[in-house]
C-alpha cells in the first residue's frame, strides 16, 4: 500500500530533480601551454557555475574543461584588441585588478576575464568565458613551484540576466500525478 511516508519521498525527489535541471555545476579549466593537457600544466580555474576557457583563437574555440595559454602583452592596449579580437565585439575596455601574485579567488560579474599569471611575457594569459549568464565566484590554484600565481585580471563586459528556465511538461505532469494519489490517499481513509 502507497502509505504517505512514500508520497512525501516522492515529492522530495520530484522537487529535487527538477531543481537539479535548472541548476548551474562548476567547471574547473586545467590551464596549460597546449589544449588538452600536452604542455606544462600551470593551474586550475575554478568557476563556481559553468565557463568555459578559450583553446584556438582564428576562429574561437571555447572548452568546458581547459584553457590554452597565450602570449598577450600585459598593458590594457593589447588586452583589449586581444580580446576583442577572440569575442568579435567591440569593448571600450576592461576593468583591471591586480591579483596577489599566489592563488587567489574573486567574484565578476562579467562576460569575460582575462587573467595573466606569472611575471612573464610569454604564454601566460588565458581568457574566461561566463556561459553561466550571472555572477561566478573564481578560484586560481596555481601549480606548486610554478611561479604561476595570479598577476593580474581584467573583466570585459557584463554577463547577461540569465532567461528563466521553463520547468519541463513532465514535471508538472509528475507533481500533478502526486497530488491525485495524495486525494486518492484520503479519499480511501474517509471510506
Given at each position: 500500500?502507497?502509505?504517505?511516508?512514500?508520497f512525501?519521498?516522492?515529492a522530495?525527489?520530484?522537487v529535487l530533480?527538477?531543481?537539479?535541471?535548472?541548476a548551474g555545476?562548476?567547471t574547473?579549466?586545467t590551464?596549460?601551454?597546449?589544449?588538452?593537457?600536452?604542455?606544462a600544466?600551470?593551474g586550475?580555474?575554478?568557476?563556481?557555475?559553468?565557463?568555459?576557457g578559450?583553446?584556438?583563437i582564428?576562429?574561437?574555440?571555447w572548452a568546458?574543461?581547459g584553457?590554452?595559454?597565450f602570449?598577450?602583452?600585459?598593458?590594457?592596449?593589447?588586452q583589449?584588441?586581444?580580446?576583442?579580437l577572440?569575442?568579435?565585439?567591440?569593448?571600450?575596455?576592461?576593468t583591471k585588478?591586480?591579483?596577489?601574485?599566489?592563488?587567489?579567488?574573486?567574484a565578476?560579474n562579467?562576460?569575460y576575464i582575462?587573467?595573466k599569471?606569472?611575471g612573464?611575457?610569454e604564454?601566460?594569459?588565458?581568457?574566461i568565458?561566463n556561459?553561466w549568464?550571472?555572477g561566478l565566484?573564481?578560484?586560481?590554484l596555481?601549480?606548486?613551484?610554478?611561479g604561476n600565481g595570479?598577476?593580474?585580471?581584467?573583466?570585459?563586459?557584463s554577463a547577461p540576466?540569465?532567461?528563466?528556465v521553463?520547468?519541463p511538461a513532465?514535471?508538472?505532469?509528475?507533481?500533478?500525478?502526486?497530488?491525485?494519489?495524495?486525494v486518492?490517499r484520503r479519499?480511501?481513509?474517509?471510506?
Amino acid at each position: 500500500m502507497f502509505g504517505f511516508g512514500n508520497f512525501k519521498t516522492l515529492a522530495a525527489a520530484a522537487v529535487l530533480a527538477m531543481a537539479a535541471g535548472v541548476a548551474g555545476a562548476a567547471t574547473v579549466l586545467t590551464v596549460d601551454d597546449t589544449y588538452p593537457g600536452a604542455g606544462a600544466l600551470a593551474g586550475t580555474a575554478t568557476c563556481s557555475q559553468t565557463c568555459a576557457g578559450l583553446v584556438a583563437i582564428g576562429t574561437p574555440v571555447w572548452a568546458k574543461d581547459g584553457a590554452k595559454l597565450f602570449t598577450v602583452k600585459p598593458n590594457d592596449e593589447n588586452q583589449l584588441k586581444f580580446v576583442n579580437l577572440v569575442t568579435g565585439l567591440n569593448f571600450v575596455s576592461g576593468t583591471k585588478t591586480n591579483g596577489s601574485g599566489g592563488n587567489m579567488s574573486f567574484a565578476t560579474n562579467a562576460l569575460y576575464i582575462l587573467m595573466k599569471i606569472g611575471g612573464g611575457k610569454e604564454n601566460q594569459t588565458f581568457l574566461i568565458h561566463n556561459t553561466w549568464g550571472q555572477g561566478l565566484n573564481i578560484a586560481w590554484l596555481a601549480v606548486s613551484k610554478g611561479g604561476n600565481g595570479l598577476s593580474h585580471y581584467t573583466e570585459f563586459g557584463s554577463a547577461p540576466p540569465l532567461v528563466p528556465v521553463p520547468v519541463p511538461a513532465a514535471g508538472l505532469l509528475l507533481l500533478g500525478a502526486l497530488g491525485g494519489l495524495a486525494v486518492l490517499r484520503r479519499r480511501r481513509r474517509a471510506a
